[in-house]
């Protein structure tokens, strides 16, 4: 079981910066595969990236590979995301997850969510 707290979202021009947060509690928070994934309004949550355990493997979402870093340190039970170069239509609600197994981009199989934080960028 593990608990998901995201912080870091706020209100940017486009071409900032932000550093989302995703603190999770629980002691096998190393042992999970962890992903980010936005919601803009109207629109189904969709994939940005994920991690596995260890940080070896990471996976981005085209629209924004290149921008978006995801990092973690199992020390801090917590998992990040860099973002730069940030874009109107990244305005979204962002969510960090987490699944044991395989890492995949499927947010049908990821079983733990956080609130989520509030990502809006301005033109």
């Known amino acids: 079981q593990v608990q998901l707290v995201e912080s870091g979202g706020g209100l940017v021009q486009a071409g900032g910066s932000l550093r989302l947060s995703c603190a999770a509690s629980?002691?096998?928070?190393?042992?999970?595969?962890m992903g980010w994934f936005r919601q803009a309004p109207g629109k189904e949550r969709e994939f940005v990236a994920a991690?596995?355990?260890?940080?070896?493997?990471?996976y981005y979402a085209d629209s924004v590979k290149g921008r978006f870093t995801i990092s973690r340190d199992n020390p801090k039970n917590t998992v990040y995301l860099q973002m730069n170069s940030l874009k109107p239509e990244d305005t979204a609600v962002y969510y960090c997850?987490?699944?044991?197994?395989?890492?995949?981009?499927?947010?049908?199989?990821?079983?733990?969510w956080g609130q989520g934080t509030q990502v809006t960028v301005s033109s």
């Open positions: 997850a987490g699944k044991n197994g395989f890492l995949v981009t499927d947010k049908r199989q990821y079983g733990y």
């Open positions: 629980g002691r096998t928070f190393s042992s999970y595969n």
């Open positions: 991690i596995s355990w260890n940080g070896i493997s990471t």
